[in-house]
């Protein structure tokens, strides 16, 4: 059975279900087995994806319109998905940078197996670095305290997101744990690169 999820941040009625319900039905689901939620994709509550990985079953593929409609960051999806495989259970991605992802097909089992390296390499260098920095710190008679600096890593990041203009700053901020001065000095609300955020891509 094909199953969907579909989602959009703000309830106030200025973003709409339609485009995203449209091309899941068009990929062949019931309507009566679409799931949405009204609701930023930080929250943990999300009342219809809960509702959506319940009725999932063993040989159901879970679809979605775009990536990150799914998950809170990338460590949820990763996170998610794999329980999803664990379970017998496909996962597709319809459009978007991860449309090649369908883990019902060998291809696509691959993309997403090669995105989970490569967020736990990063996972484990940022940790590495963090541990590092605060050996310095310390030798250096400097306790360790919340880090603020942007990194190339991030900056990527940060780039893609505030091209998207469903982006959220103050949630973007939290998840490359930056303050929002930090974020606006290295790059624009456009997504382009300032003075100070050439530099470290130049490094």
């Known amino acids: 059975m094909l199953i969907g999820y579909m989602r959009v941040s703000k309830a106030d009625g200025s973003q709409v279900l339609d485009l995203q319900r449209d091309a899941l039905l068009a990929a062949g689901i019931d309507a009566n087995h679409v799931y949405e939620d009204l609701a930023s994709g930080s929250l943990d509550a999300r009342p219809g994806l809960t509702a959506c990985l319940k009725a999932l079953r063993k040989g159901d593929r879970l679809l979605v319109w775009k990536l990150d409609r799914l998950g809170r960051n990338l460590r949820h999806l990763i996170n998610t998905v794999h329980d999803l495989t664990t379970r017998g259970v496909g996962f597709q991605v319809l459009t978007g940078h991860g449309a090649s992802i369908n883990t019902a097909t060998p291809e696509g089992k691959l993309v997403f197996g090669i ?15 963090t541990k590092v920095g605060l050996a310095s710190a310390r030798a250096r008679g400097r306790k360790g305290g919340g880090q603020y600096k942007m990194t190339a890593a991030k900056l990527r990041l940060a780039m893609a997101a505030m091209g998207q203009r469903q982006t959220v700053v103050s949630e973007l901020c939290r998840e490359l744990g930056v303050t929002r001065q930090t974020l606006y000095r290295h790059i624009g609300p ?3 690169l300032r003075e100070d955020g050439q530099k470290i891509l130049l490094r």
């Open 115 to 129: 995105f989970a390296a490569l967020a736990e390499f990063e996972r484990e260098l940022i940790s590495e670095r």
């Open 190 to 192: 456009d997504g382009l």
